[in-house]
């Protein structure tokens, strides 16, 4: 994963993933999931029911403008609760979303409601997946969720599927319990594609070789609040000194980690480890914004 020193460097590139994800959203849902009359879980979902409710009765309101009318009251929420830049951008995510929805056409590739349903589930994962991996989301239903993941502590995908229910009941109540089967296999797939990208609940310990350990341990520190240990070292091909620092972290703190490695050690060696469990304090997100709020007292 490449790490932009340069600030317009670094926004220019979360706009590329904001941009990204927007037009595999709107890929997902006008080329897979509406022409197998399947459903997309959040407010992408809720769209499609209304704009499939509406058909009967002469209303053909595209579902983009459905997306962005939800997502103002779900932004009012993730101001308070998530922060305003992750809102900022979200809500600038979900804005693209809505426009690539109405510009993208609708045709049928999959042309089989099983294939409509799989694949459409699986871009719509991947477009959650790639914004929350970056430190932000679609908006919708995915700024809902988040805030339930700092609550219960309970996986993106998991709390997806549940908060998903009344969508996948609703289509088969209004539509038919076909729909509602097919609907079940999106939002399964769209969920487990969301836990393998982003998975910030999972815990993994990295290893860091360095030359400068002080500064190196001092930005880490800085970025992600988290204890590190220094062990003076030496390397056998040369036998020069150096120092391997220990951190562990929450998967979505990778990327912040290796930025502050990088910022002053470019020649640093990071090894990245799968950690299985923990003990002994481990703070989660709300107890590191209080830890930085105190230190900024």
């Known amino acids: 994963m490449s790490h932009l020193k340069n600030p317009r460097l670094e926004l220019l590139w979360?706009?590329?993933?904001?941009?990204?994800s927007?037009?595999?959203a709107a890929i997902a849902l006008n080329e897979f999931l509406i022409p197998a009359d399947t459903f997309s879980?959040?407010?992408n979902g809720i769209a499609q029911l209304l704009y499939s409710a509406g058909k009967p009765l002469g209303l053909q309101i595209n579902t983009g403008y459905y997306i962005l009318i939800f997502?103002?009251?779900?932004?009012?929420?993730?101001?308070?609760?998530?922060g305003h830049r992750f809102t900022i951008m979200s809500f600038a995510t979900a804005f693209l979303t809505s426009m690539a929805a109405v510009i993208v056409p609708s045709v049928d590739l999959a042309h089989n409601p099983l294939l409509g349903a799989l694949f459409g589930g699986i871009l719509?994962?991947?477009s959650i997946g790639i914004t929350m991996r970056y430190g932000f989301s679609t908006g919708g239903f995915d700024i809902i969720v988040l805030v339930l993941e700092r609550v219960t502590g309970r996986t993106v995908g998991s709390l997806m599927f549940i908060t998903n229910f009344a969508i996948i009941m609703l289509s088969g109540i209004l539509?038919?319990?076909?729909?509602?089967?097919?609907?079940?296999?999106?939002?399964?797939?769209?969920?487990?594609?969301?836990?393998l990208i982003h998975t910030r609940h999972q815990k993994l310990t990295?290893?860091?070789?360095?030359?400068e350990p002080t500064a190196v341990s001092a930005a880490i520190q800085a970025a992600i609040l988290r204890g590190v240990t220094i062990i003076d070292s030496k390397g056998a091909y040369r036998g020069h000194p150096n120092a391997t620092l220990l951190v562990v972290l929450s998967r979505y703190e990778l990327y912040a980690l290796q930025g502050a490695v990088s910022a002053h050690d470019d020649h640093a060696f990071v090894d990245i480890l799968n950690t299985v469990d923990t003990s002994g304090l481990f703070m989660n997100e709300r107890q590191q914004a209080a830890q930085r709020q105190s230190l900024q007292k």
């Not at 997502?71 to 998530?82: C, R, Y």
């Not at 399964?188 to 836990?195: G, K, Q």
């Open 22 to 24: 927007a037009v595999i």
């Open 175 to 195: 539509f038919s319990w076909e729909n509602a089967l097919f609907t079940i296999i999106s939002i399964y797939a769209s969920t487990r594609l969301v836990d």
């Open 41 to 43: 879980g959040g407010v």
């Open 206 to 211: 990295a290893i860091i070789i360095t030359t």
């Open 71 to 82: 997502n103002i009251p779900i932004a009012v929420l993730g101001w308070f609760k998530l």
């Open 14 to 20: 979360q706009f590329a993933v904001m941009l990204a």
């Open 124 to 126: 719509t994962g991947i």
